[in-house]
């Protein structure tokens, strides 16, 4: 056996008598994506919802060719905070919703309009890439009202 073989029977081994999700690979859907069209020239907003069915990962980034300068945000308190990441819990979600978690798109390319898809490439530790088309909603979007 070589050197590989026998390292990947034992990581195999070794996954094997974990049990439960938590040393699951995750399992990611992405859902609810949408941004709101933005009011200004150089900044606008994303939201979506990942609903993970196996084991946890990480969002670490997010990239789109939109914009310039993308970042993650958290809402605490009424107050907007910039986070380095996300955890997606086993079996759990995590929400990208006004008001809370959201992504900023600054120095954006262009406006984008209503109507219109983005395409949002976000990156987790364990997943890789999972490509998103973000539909552009009304500036006023209400995801549970669908207006």
Do not use: W
Request: charged letters at 20%; glycine letters at 10%.
């Amino acid at each position: 056996m070589t050197a590989t073989a026998i390292g990947t029977a034992l990581a195999l081994a070794a996954c094997g008598g974990q049990g439960g999700s938590s040393s699951a690979e995750p399992r990611l859907k992405v859902t609810s994506s949408y941004m709101p069209a933005p009011v200004t020239n150089d900044m606008a907003a994303g939201f979506f919802t990942v609903t993970n069915s196996g084991g946890a990962d990480t969002l670490i980034s997010v990239t789109s060719s939109l914009a310039g300068d993308i970042t993650l945000h958290s809402t605490k308190n009424g107050e907007m905070e910039e986070e380095k990441s996300f955890a997606v819990p086993a079996d759990g979600r995590l929400d990208f919703a006004s008001g809370g978690n959201h992504v900023m798109f600054e120095k954006l390319t262009h406006k984008p309009k209503q109507g219109e898809k983005v395409t949002v490439r976000l990156h987790f530790a364990k997943s890789g890439t999972v490509t998103v088309e973000m539909p552009v909603k009304s500036p006023t979007y209400n995801p549970e009202t669908g207006h």
